[in-house]
């Protein structure tokens, strides 16, 4: 934590945005135009194929940006630990937090980027990847800038583009001495970045990961950030609600091959909710975790660095982030534990029916959320779980309907998306029902953002849930059979949200 940390950079982000904004939009129309469907088959004969011919994924929601402000009824109290907690998320570490603008400390040795919100960045802090062309941050993928920063000598892997989506590299399996993949799991994340070359680590020497070997062995998957807007309300959502949901019309999804579970955590059986394979217990927890894992700030849960680094580059004491007990009121909490209070007390995206392109009207905005529950979405993305009615957190939490679109349980989604990672119970092709709120103002879509404007974006989202083994496939074919105006009616409700 550092104090001197102000509200500037909040402002500039605010007014870089709404600056960029009409640009954005402009653009955005542009790259619409271009695309086509992932499958591009007309379902005349067999509607089972692929998309209707035209339909299409409207793009980026323009006009204001839903997300970002604080849920309404905190208290004062409340309200400053969220503001506290959200001048701590955009804080940019360094290794000793001595360099100008980088007044955060612990940085590396290995690292994926060096703030919270260089990567949960779009619409709005809190949120995932921005985009060097659409709306509304605009601005190249934050790690290219993060591999040379303050001296770094990183190259930049393949897969991290300017206007590609943040990403983070996982090898499913070890390697063998002799350079073959091995059948033991590895799985972890494997940073991409280390601080050799900073002019705050003068003799630290280290490798980054060979990623030509693991492009050739194809020993490697990739994640993209999830929002954390509603994550509040995500986390008070009762074991009992979860467990009922998935309950309720069995019938149904069986004749639809639709499965389902909870990812549990392994210590005390409770049920685990965040990440892509809803993997992590609590928010906490998230924080903790992703403060040594993405930017190697060993912290009060996660209290030694990660991986074997060479004493060269241990620069600090650890664990690097602490309470701070000689502070007062909200700064006295640990960073970690302040990003988790911003995360919590974060709203849920807003959503419109104003600023999709190419100005869908009422009727067929209103007619996708009848499609979207004719073709059975929604037996996976349920439209709202109730949270608890005692709060664990805040009153502000409690009886809300969190409209999130997701059952929170794993499903297998097939040999197309599996990464063949395993996370406590979801196994190598299961992956949480992605909710959809803020879905709207999303650039990249999918556990590794593979569905980009480029190649389609929302439409190439749905057309990858089906594949052999996956519990989806069968709604992709109703959806695929829908008209070509009930699935852009489709389309259209999914940019509302
Ligand atoms: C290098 C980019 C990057 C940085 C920096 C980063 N994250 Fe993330 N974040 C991710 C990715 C990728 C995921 C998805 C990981 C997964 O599920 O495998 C994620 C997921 C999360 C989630 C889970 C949300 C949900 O509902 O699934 C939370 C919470 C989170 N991050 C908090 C943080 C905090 C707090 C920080 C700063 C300490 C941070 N992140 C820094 C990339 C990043
Ligand atoms: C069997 C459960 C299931 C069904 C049925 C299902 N989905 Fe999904 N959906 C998922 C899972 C799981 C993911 C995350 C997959 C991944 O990232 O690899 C997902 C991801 C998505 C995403 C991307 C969200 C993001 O954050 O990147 C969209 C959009 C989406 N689904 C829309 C739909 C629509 C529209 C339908 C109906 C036509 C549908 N889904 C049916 C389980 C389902």
């Keep these: 934590m550092n104090k001197r940390i102000s509200r500037e950079k909040v402002f500039l982000i605010a007014t870089g945005t709404a600056v960029l904004g009409l640009a954005a939009a402009v653009m955005g129309q542009a790259q619409n135009s271009l695309t086509g469907s992932g499958g591009g088959k007309n379902p005349g004969g067999t509607g089972m194929t692929g998309p209707a011919v035209g339909v299409r994924d409207p793009g980026v929601r323009a006009v204001s940006i839903g997300a970002g402000g604080p849920i309404a009824g905190l208290t004062p109290a409340e309200l400053q630990f969220f503001q506290n907690g959200l001048a701590r998320f ?8 001595n360099i100008s603008g980088e007044p955060g400390k612990g940085l590396g040795p290995g690292y ?60 499913p399996f070890m390697v063998n001495p002799n350079s073959t993949v091995s059948t033991t799991p590895d799985g972890g994340v494997h940073d991409i970045y280390t601080i050799a070359g900073r002019q705050d680590a003068p003799n630290c020497s280290m490798a980054q990961p060979n990623y030509e070997q693991a492009q050739a062995l194809s020993n490697i998957i990739f994640r993209i950030p999830t929002p954390v807007f509603g994550a ?26 639709i499965g389902g579970h909870p990812n549990y955590s392994g210590n005390d059986g409770t049920i685990t909710k965040f990440g892509w394979k809803a993997q992590n217990k609590s928010l906490e927890i998230f ?89 059975h ?86 057309e990858a849930h089906a594949s052999q083994g996956s519990e989806a496939s069968e709604v992709i074919a109703l959806f695929n059979a829908l008209s070509a105006q009930q699935q852009q009616d489709l389309l259209n409700f999914l940019r509302s949200l």
């Excluded at 955009?90 to 937090?97: K, P, R």
């Excluded at 979801?426 to 992956?431: C, H, W």
């Excluded at 569905?451 to 929302?458: E, M, S």
Aim: glycine residues 8%; negative net charge.
């Design 112 to 171: 994926n980027s060096n703030s919270c919100s260089s990567c949960h960045a779009s619409p709005s802090i809190g949120g995932t990847s921005p985009s060097a062309a659409q709306y509304p941050n605009i601005g190249p993928n934050p790690q290219i800038l993060a591999a040379t920063d303050a001296g770094a000598t990183n190259s930049i892997p393949y897969f991290i583009t300017a206007d590609g989506p943040v990403r983070e590299s996982r090898f």
């Design 90 to 97: 955009i804080e940019i570490d360094s290794v000793g937090g």
């Design 377 to 462: 979405c929604d037996m996976c993305h349920t439209e709202i779980l109730e949270t608890a009615v005692t709060p664990t957190a805040s009153a502000a939490l409690a009886n809300k309907p969190a409209v999130l679109f997701s059952d929170l349980l794993v499903h297998h989604m097939g040999s197309g998306l599996a990464d063949n990672v395993s996370q406590g119970a979801a196994g190598p092709d299961e992956f949480r029902t992605a909710p959809l709120w803020g879905v709207g103002q999303r650039i990249f879509f999918l556990h590794d953002g593979r569905a980009t404007p480029a190649n389609g974006g929302l439409l190439a989202a749905i």
């Design 232 to 257: 509040g309300l995500i986390e008070n959502i009762p074991d009992s609600t979860i467990i009922a949901n998935m309950q309720t019309n069995a019938t149904l999804k069986k004749s639809l091959g």
């Design 287 to 375: 924080a903790g975790e992703a403060y040594n894992v993405e930017m190697g700030v060993t912290n009060e849960l996660f209290t030694n660095e990660r991986g074997l680094a060479p004493s060269s580059c241990l620069l600090n004491q650890t664990p690097e982030d602490l309470t701070n007990f000689s502070e007062a009121g909200a700064n006295i909490p640990s960073d970690v534990v302040a990003f988790a209070a911003f995360m919590r007390f974060l709203a849920p995206p807003v959503p419109s029916a104003k600023g999709i392109p190419n100005n869908p009207s009422a009727v067929s905005v209103a007619d996708g959320l009848v499609q979207f529950v004719k073709v």
